[in-house]
């Protein structure tokens, strides 16, 4: 934290020209003039003198406040840069180099409740004027986007079955029930279905999409085209031998229509450079959310999800993180894979979440806000811990055991 007033002149030198707007904004607030009313200068008309200045007041300090969290955030994002540059320098990276104290919390000036409460309400009023959103895609829109760009209907089958699948393909690469079933507590509450869209309940179906994350890993879109650029190949192969060993049959025929179903697939994710933001927009077009319908497919769902998840633990291994807990795998996916081992490092395990999200992701994120990188990953298990008694993740359990004695009886 700076101190002294070398540290109060680098504040104002910093944002002299935002102190400046602010200033402006208030001169302005307080003047009538001809120029199209602000909300605050809006509501500030309407009320008497004395609740106008305590209005005003109000806004100033709102005004500062946003300045010192803003200056909270641009050290947070120097000390970001510099960490990275000492990674690239090979050099340690120390407690120091966090910044250690959480963003500065707003103690100005409050508005009696009478007023706060009409000032609630004439926001709410402007927001209820301004166009809704347009709506996030759900699993109907991946459904009807792979049917319209690629003529894929996934392959649905019971959710047991596809639980199933995903232990059998979780236990060959070496992933333990504790770890997937804990990252599907967390992901899912311990409720999810295979075709579980953030947002919508996967019991009731109620609610709208929050983001594109589906399945039990709950893989964004961008996931499932990166994944697939990643394992498409094999997963093309591999359909073409079960074809091959269904003989001719129905299901020969229907496994080649599924692999080169999936090769045009991968042919469209590979039209695009293979870097993460290339494959976000990607995933934000007609032919990305066809692509992400995959998930739900009997066959290469659970092949999809259980590779992420091998992914992270490989990232880790090479890190010299062989053993992982469920909760370390969900840090991982939470915070990005190499973002997710420094947490968990001695010099970052103290140091607050901001340090390792990126600002509108900390306020999003009810979890990470307020903790430390230790305290994050405790909180990560303690809700496991309550999600592992939902009924999915207890059948998700059982299923695994069952897997895992079928397993032992063939070899």
């Known amino acids: 934290m700076r ?3 070398c540290g109060h002149c680098d504040f104002w030198k910093r944002h002299s020209a935002a ?3 602010i200033l402006g904004a208030l001169i302005i607030l307080m003047t009538p003039q001809a120029h199209a009313a602000s909300p605050e200068e809006t509501f500030a008309a309407s009320l008497g ?3 106008r200045q305590t209005f005003r007041n109000y806004i100033a300090a709102r005004a500062f406040h946003d300045l010192t969290v803003n200056e909270y955030w641009g050290e947070v994002d120097e000390k970001r840069a510099l960490r990275r ?3 690239k320098a090979r050099a340690t990276i120390t407690a120091k180099d966090y910044v250690n104290r959480f963003p500065p919390e707003y103690t100005g000036v409050q508005l009696p409740a009478n007023l706060a409460k009409r000032w609630a309400k004439f926001q709410e009023a402007q927001k209820e004027k301004k166009p809704p959103p347009e709506p996030r895609p759900g699993i109907e829109d991946f459904l009807a986007h792979a049917k319209q760009q690629f003529g894929f209907v996934p392959e649905r089958i ?3 079955e596809f639980k199933r699948r995903y232990a059998k393909e979780a ?3 070496g992933l333990t029930k504790d770890q997937v079933v804990r990252v599907y507590a967390l992901e899912t509450s311990g409720l999810g279905t295979a075709d579980m869209v953030a947002g919508i309940h996967p019991i009731t179906k109620k609610g709208t999409p929050i983001s594109t994350a589906i399945g039990y890993a709950q893989l964004l879109s961008a996931n499932s085209t990166s994944e ?8 093309i192969a591999r359909l073409k031998r079960m074809a091959k060993s269904a003989g001719n049959t129905d299901a020969s025929a229907r496994y080649e229509r599924k692999a080169a179903i999936l090769a045009r697939m991968l042919s469209v994710a590979k039209s695009v450079p293979n870097e993460w933001s290339r494959h976000m927009a990607l995933g934000r077009t007609a032919k990305g959310y066809g692509i992400h319908a995959i998930n739900v497919d009997g066959d290469i769902g659970p092949w999809l999800q259980v590779l992420k998840l091998e992914g992270l633990k490989k990232i ?5 993180r062989p053993r992982l807990s469920g909760a370390e795998i969900e840090l991982m996916n939470l915070a990005g894979p190499m973002t997710g081992i420094e947490m968990m490092t001695p010099a970052a395990k103290n140091a607050p979440t901001t340090n390792f999200f990126a600002r509108s992701a900390y306020w999003r994120n009810t979890i990470v806000r307020g903790k430390s990188a230790s305290e994050l990953l405790k909180a990560l298990d303690q809700r496991m811990d309550t999600n592992l008694k939902n009924s999915g993740a207890v059948v998700f359990m059982e299923v695994f055991d069952e897997v895992a004695q079928d397993l032992r009886a063939e070899r």
């Open 316 to 320: 880790a291994e090479k890190q010299g």
């Open 3 to 5: 101190t002294g007033l």
């Open 19 to 21: 102190l400046g707007l």
């Open 158 to 160: 019971p959710e047991r």
């Open 171 to 173: 236990l060959s690469v």
């Open 228 to 235: 697939l650029v990643k394992h498409g190949p094999d997963f």
């Open 85 to 87: 540059k000492k990674r």
């Open 49 to 51: 003198a004395s609740d």
